[in-house]
């Protein structure tokens, strides 16, 4: 009875990724439901940056929203990650933390002490998604002490799970780069001149999709007071006023340039 349990929820949690219609759309829909498969304290997906140029982990998406202050943190001090092999894999590669190093090399590392220490994380298991030989991101999920390991069966969950999340991602990321190439604009550039953080870039690209705050808000996962406070601060880097502004900028040049 258990296994026909576990058989309807995957099939729920693969229907979940497949309606998801953008990125940004996966932290909040699919990784909520992906806990009803895996449990676990906190979860994140990041997407690789779409550049030759450098390898790196952009825009999370995190469960709950609060912990994107821990993968920002992240993006901070990844050069001192000893897992940044998963970026490059190209082939899809799953592991637990637990299995390459051990509990006390594992809390002393820097990433642990200047990212996740603060939550408690003790276990976490990584899936890199990756789609005809191109890495394109990596989901984490992280455990405390209390919650145990992850177990052998819930690697095999996932590693079932990560077929269609690699199938998925690819036609995301790839729909995303599409309409901003079309549009004239390319969103990791963007946001790097006009310096903004993951959240800001999240929201500028819900905003592309002419999505309303409620929409917006509901998908970053904060309130609507939070959503105004990422606006103006947009809206300062940007030197404009309005949304609108914003997607002249994006759809005609910033003439400033």
């Not at 825009?59 to 998963?86: Q, S």
């Not at 990756?130 to 052998?152: A, Y």
Request: glycine share 4%; aromatic share 12%.
């Amino acid at each position: 009875m258990v296994k026909k349990n576990v058989f309807f929820i995957f099939n729920n949690v693969v229907c979940e990724l497949y309606r998801c219609q953008t990125y940004a759309d996966l932290g909040q829909f699919f990784l909520p439901m992906v806990r009803m498969l895996i449990p676990y304290r906190y979860a994140s997906i990041m997407r690789r940056e779409n550049t030759e140029a450098r390898i790196r982990l952009v825009d999370p998406l995190c469960v709950p929203a609060e912990f994107v202050e821990a993968e920002h943190n992240y993006m901070r001090f990844a050069d001192d990650d000893y897992t940044g092999w998963l970026n490059c894999c190209r082939e899809p590669t799953m592991f637990r933390e637990s299995d390459l190093v051990g509990e006390q090399q594992r809390l002393r590392s820097p990433i642990y002490q200047k990212c996740y220490q603060k939550y408690g994380v003790y276990d976490s298991l990584y899936y890199g998604m990756v789609s005809h030989s191109k890495p394109l991101g990596v989901l984490s999920l992280f455990r405390c002490r209390e919650d145990g390991p992850f177990t052998d069966d819930e690697l095999f969950l996932l590693n079932s799970l990560g077929i269609h999340m690699n199938q998925h991602m690819a036609t995301l990321l790839d729909r995303m780069y599409r309409r901003q190439a079309a549009a004239g604009y390319d969103l990791p550039a963007v946001a790097v001149k006009y310096g903004l953080t993951a959240r800001e870039t999240q929201l500028l690209e819900l905003l592309t999709h002419f999505r309303d705050n409620q929409e917006i808000a509901e998908a970053m996962q904060v309130r609507e007071s939070t959503l105004q406070k990422h606006f103006q601060n947009i809206f300062r880097k940007f030197g404009v006023s309005s949304r609108w502004e914003i997607m002249r900028l994006l759809l005609e040049g910033d003439p400033r340039s």
